[in-house]
């Protein structure tokens, strides 16, 4: 059964910085593309940032976190990380993570087993 587990969220002031992790079992995560999804209240999900199978050499960003997040991942661990620095309340969301052996320009066509998500919350 795959698994997704989102945890590292909490509150921060603007400018603050979070490091999320994702968690996953159920299927072979080093094979996969993954992505970071977001979703704020009364919005849709957006997609965050995607990196690449194996060693995740190709990663791409939304262009409103372009520079200020930073997409990892440690397979022996089974885990994909997600850096963010200089956070702005327009980041208040519950993020997401997702896998696919497919590549997507966005959010993963389909996906269905989200997991709780953790939630990031930027105020003064």
């Known amino acids: 059964q795959v698994q997704l587990v989102e945890s590292g969220g909490g509150l921060v002031q603007p400018g603050g910085s979070l490091k999320l992790s994702c968690t996953a079992s159920?299927?072979?995560?080093?094979?996969?593309?993954m992505y970071w999804v977001r979703q704020a209240p009364g919005k849709g999900r957006e997609w965050v940032a995607t990196?690449?199978?194996?060693?995740?050499?190709?990663?791409r960003y939304e262009d409103s976190v372009k520079g200020r997040f930073s997409v990892s991942r440690d397979n022996a661990k089974n885990t994909m990380y997600l850096q963010m620095d200089s956070l702005r309340p327009e980041d208040e969301a519950q993020y997401y993570c997702a896998g696919d052996p497919r590549y997507y320009n966005g959010v993963p066509e389909g996906f269905s087993d989200w997991g709780q998500g953790t939630q990031v919350r930027v105020s003064s």
């Open positions: 990196i690449s199978p194996g060693g995740g050499t190709i990663t």
């Open positions: 159920g299927f072979a995560f080093h094979s996969y593309w």
